[in-house]
T-cell receptor, first 112, second 113 residues
Framework: NAGVTQTPKFQVLKTGQSMTLQCAQDMNHEYMSWYRQDPGMGLRLIHYSVGAGITDQGEVPNGYNVSRSTTEDFPLRLLSAAPSQTSVYFC???????????FGSGTQLSVL | SQQGEEDPQALSIQEGENATMNCSYKTSINNLQWYRQNSGRGLVHLILIRSNEREKHSGRLRVTLDTSKKSSSLLITASRAADTASYFCATDNPGAGSYQLTFGKGTKLSVIP
């Protein structure tokens, strides 16, 4: 099992550009989520999904879009990148909501 | 908003010593989890303790939970240099209808060889 795979590992964007962070899991987990990690802030939940076709907002959803067309994939879209979105992004999955989370290795994003 | 808060923010100990980290939270929970993050890596799950449990062990890890004080502690015994990492507690918030995990800001542990 590969677990949770995130791509890319690093990305530099200019303000206003859009991009998609990819996340895939091969554990047949129903629950998937995206967090961002900023220095001194811990991890904050952006969006989550409890199954294919179902998504919901977390604590900091503004400027981000998600969709869940399959159980395996949960991409995160930045619609118009802003410097405030410079962060490390983690995708995580779990058998169930509130259960043990399996994390990807992260995407370090810089917006100039 | 963050539910859990770890204390201390940073901890430095000698190899072989025990390390204790604390987590306080604000509302009722179903379970509390501890995670480890090595520098530049994703988080790794360490242990989950349910609200009706008071203590749990896993190898050199011991976790306690006191729901009356809304607090938990993580004890790492006989620490090793490889334990150097940041440690996070995570809780849900069923009282607010949220089963999503909220993380604290973490304790940065340095184990000196």
């Amino acid at each position: 099992n590969a677990g949770v795979t995130q791509t890319p590992k690093f990305q530099v964007l200019k303000t206003g550009q859009s991009m998609t962070l990819q996340c895939a899991q091969d554990m047949n987990h129903e629950y998937m989520s995206w967090y961002r990690q900023d220095p001194g802030m811990g991890l904050r939940l952006i969006h989550y999904s409890v199954g294919a076709g179902i998504t919901d907002q977390g604590e900091v959803p503004n400027g981000y879009n998600v969709s869940r067309s399959t159980t395996e994939d949960f991409p995160l879209r930045l619609l118009s990148a802003a410097p405030s979105q410079t962060s490390v992004y983690f995708c995580a999955s779990s058998y169930s909501t509130g259960g043990k989370l399996f994390f990807g290795s992260g995407t370090q994003l810089s917006v100039l | 908003s963050q539910q859990g808060e770890e204390d201390p923010q940073a901890l430095s100990i000698q190899e072989g010593e025990n390390a204790t980290m604390n987590c306080s939270y604000k509302t009722s929970i179903n379970n509390l989890q501890w995670y480890r993050q090595n520098s530049g890596r994703g988080l790794v799950h360490l242990i989950l303790i349910r609200s009706n449990e008071r203590e749990k062990h896993s190898g050199r890890l011991r976790v306690t939970l006191d729901t009356s004080k809304k607090s938990s502690s993580l004890l790492i015994t006989a620490s090793r240099a490889a334990d150097t990492a940041s440690y996070f507690c995570a809780t849900d918030n069923p009282g607010a209808g949220s089963y999503q995990l909220t993380f604290g800001k973490g304790t940065k542990l340095s184990v000196i060889p």
